[in-house]
């Protein structure tokens, strides 16, 4: 099932704006708990009145807020305008103000660490889009479309249970990947490197994650290369969703200059 047409079921049942508004804003929260991308990083999510340390503070602008495992918290905006719609600076400057003021919790005074805006339109205006750069607080951004494309089950989606969302099983590996991570294992007996060449369209980035699991059982660090922003994004978001162990990336960018190119909307996403 396309995100998209959940989102329709969204607004075929809503009873109005808000019931419609709400509805959204509990399915990206149950997202943000299950998807692997995120499992690593997020230890909890809270819709905006749901939060305990909101105080008396009005919603103006932060939908949910995202605690990382640690003591780290994320703010969240939710933007479901109509795809054709184009998002404008306008749309997201209260979301700016009220999420660069500090707040109290158990922990002492926290500011937020980090801001993220998941939309449901690809097209952003060129001030909105200039919005994003040079912020005190980074800003990431999510689409809508990514959801489908996560390991998230939505052909059992249901309405009325949202938060029952269940993962899609793991790839196994087939009996060429299989070969492969055999052929690698063996050269490492008795060589230092070595170079695996497959066609396109093969599951390398799949079969890549299972050599280095092999390779570094239980514990290792592995370092990665890829030729562009969105390789790395693609490659991440695979190994998050089909390794057999939690690990930790840490990205790393040669060119100082990637934010201004079109590269960086992949950047923004990771």
């Known amino acids: 099932m396309a995100t998209h047409t959940i989102l329709d079921q969204f607004k075929q049942a809503a009873y109005n704006n808000r019931d419609l508004v709400d509805k959204i804003e509990r399915l990206i929260a149950n997202y943000l708990v299950k998807a692997p ?101 980074p800003v990431n951004r999510l689409r809508v479309q990514d959801l489908s494309g996560s390991l998230l089950d939505l052909s059992q989606f249901s309405l009325n249970r949202q938060q029952d969302i269940k993962l899609k099983p793991k790839k196994a590996l087939r009996s060429h990947q299989k070969s492969a991570l055999e052929k690698v294992e063996n050269s490492f007996q008795t060589a230092n490197s070595g170079k695996p060449i497959m066609a396109c369209g093969t599951g390398k980035t799949f079969t890549t994650l299972k050599i280095a699991e092999q390779l570094t059982p239980g514990k290792g660090t592995v370092l990665f290369f890829v030729p562009s922003i969105s390789r790395l994004s693609q490659t991440l978001r695979e190994w998050t969703a089909e390794t057999e162990r939690p690990f930790h990336s840490f990205a790393v960018c040669k060119d100082s200059k990637v934010g201004k190119k079109s590269d960086n909307k992949d950047l923004r996403a990771l």
């Open 37 to 137: 991308l995120y499992q690593d990083k997020y230890s909890d999510v809270w819709l905006w009145n749901e939060w305990p340390d909101r105080g008396n503070q009005p919603d103006t602008g932060i939908d949910l807020v995202v605690k990382e495992h640690g003591s780290d918290y994320v703010a969240v905006q939710c933007k479901f305008y109509d795809p054709a719609h184009s998002l404008q600076k306008s749309d997201i400057d209260s979301f700016f103000s009220t999420s660069d003021t500090s707040f109290p919790t158990l922990e002492g005074e926290k500011n937020f660490a980090s801001r993220l805006i998941v939309s449901a339109t690809d097209k952003w205006s060129k001030h909105a889009e200039t919005g994003l750069e040079n912020q005190k607080i």
